[in-house]
Structures are given as C-alpha cells and as structure tokens.
C-alpha cells in the first residue's frame, strides 16, 4: 500500500535556528497537509495546500511557517526562527481530492528545539 | 465545525468486540463520519468513513443512525495490537480535520 513518507524522523535543533521538515505523499494525491501534535496534546492542523498554493491555514501558521512544493514529489514545512514552543512531532498528510476525503499521514517528525 | 464527544478511555480483553460511540449532534446535510487510530510515535491511520447506516470494511464496522446525530465504532475481535488512540471526526467541504483527545482503547490479554 503506498504511503507518505517524512524525513528526517528526528530532528534536534537550536532556538533560532530554522528547519526544513520533509514529506513525500502519495504519487497520485493532490491535497497536501501539515499537522502538529505537541506532548500529550491533540494533533492540530497547520495548513493545507493545493494547486502550489495555500489553502487554508490555521492561527498557528504564522509567518514563521512556510510549505513549499519544490518538485514533483517533495512538500516541504519550513520553520524560519524556531522557539522551544515549536517542539512537536509533525505530520504531513495527503489526500487524492478535498474535502471529505481521508487524508493518510505519514510517522512524521520528532522537533526537539533546545 | 460540528463538535464530537466520545468517551476518554475504554478497557477490553483479547477477543472481545469494542464498541466507541460518539456523538455529533451538530452534524451538517454535506458531513461525513470518519474515524483514525493512532498508535504511539506515529501519524493517525484512516480507518472507515461513513455518511449513513452501516459501512463495513476488513477492520471495523461504522453504524450510524438515521438521525446522524450519533456513530459507533465496532472493532471485532480485538488482539493486544488494537491498543492506540481512536478518534471521531466529522469532515466535511473543508481541508482540515479537527481532532479531539479521541478513545484510548487498552486492550488487556
């Protein structure tokens, strides 16, 4: 069964530094999503993109945060200026069409900002 | 958004079937049921959707009444490694899913 991939699965990282997050979804997906799941917390949803643009995002998304498409495969979440808060794993998601579609989540990636 | 409810936490034995109901009673006409599972370190794993009655699949099976304003959540047979997290989710036109603190199934032997 295919499924998303994300690199690294662990990353460690000094506040203020900025961190590139990896995703690889499902060839054939359309829908491209970021959530976060902070320690013993919900998973929350950063931000959705279609088309290589943004389609929705939450207030967490702020402009620290960027998602990019590079290529045909990779998609991307980018953290300019980390801070402890950031620490978190996080899960990139896709899904063939919007909507009510299931999304599937790759193992995502542990953030440890020290 | 409709909010869900479902309970914390549910203990089971090897064997038995588990039942999580949770309820949505803001559910709009366009709003499908859909339920993850999500173990421990890893991203949650789609699991059955529904928009009315009953749809089985080779996991679980969802019933949902005629006033959706409820769903249950049927794993037979349950074996140690259903122990994970469960959650409800209502989605509709709409690009994220919105998770709750989901049904922390333990599964006793």
């Known amino acids: 069964e295919p499924e998303v991939t994300q690199t690294p699965s662990h990353q460690v990282t000094q506040m203020g530094q900025e961190v590139i997050l990896r995703c690889v979804p499902i060839s054939n997906h359309l829908y491209f999503y970021w959530y976060r799941q902070i320690l013993g917390q919900k998973v929350e949803f950063l931000v959705s993109?279609?088309?290589?643009?943004?389609?929705?995002k939450s207030e967490i998304f702020d402009d620290q945060f960027s998602v990019e498409r590079p290529d045909g495969s990779n998609f991307t979440l980018k953290i300019r200026s980390t801070k402890l808060e950031d620490s978190a794993m996080y899960f990139c998601?896709?899904?063939?069409?919007?909507?009510?579609?299931?999304?599937?989540f790759g193992d995502g990636t542990r953030l440890s900002i020290l | 958004l409709a909010k869900t409810t479902q309970p914390i936490s549910m203990d089971s034995y090897e064997g038995q079937e588990v039942n999580i109901t949770c309820s949505h009673n803001?559910?709009?006409?366009?709003?499908?049921i859909t339920w993850y599972q999500q173990f421990p370190s890893q991203g949650p794993r789609f699991i059955i959707q529904g928009y009315k009655t009953k749809v089985t699949n080779e996991v679980a099976s969802l019933f949902i009444p005629a006033d959706r304003k409820s769903s249950t959540l049927s794993l037979p047979r349950v074996s140690l490694s259903d122990t994970a997290v469960y959650y409800c989710?209502?989605?509709?036109?709409?690009?994220?899913?919105?998770f709750g603190a989901g049904t922390t199934v333990t599964v006793r032997a």
């Open positions: 803001n559910i709009a006409t366009n709003d499908y």
């Open positions: 993109f279609y088309n290589n643009e943004i389609s929705e």
């Open positions: 989710l209502v989605a509709s036109n709409d690009y994220k899913l919105s």
């Open positions: 998601a896709s899904s063939e069409a919007g909507g009510n579609q299931p999304q599937h």
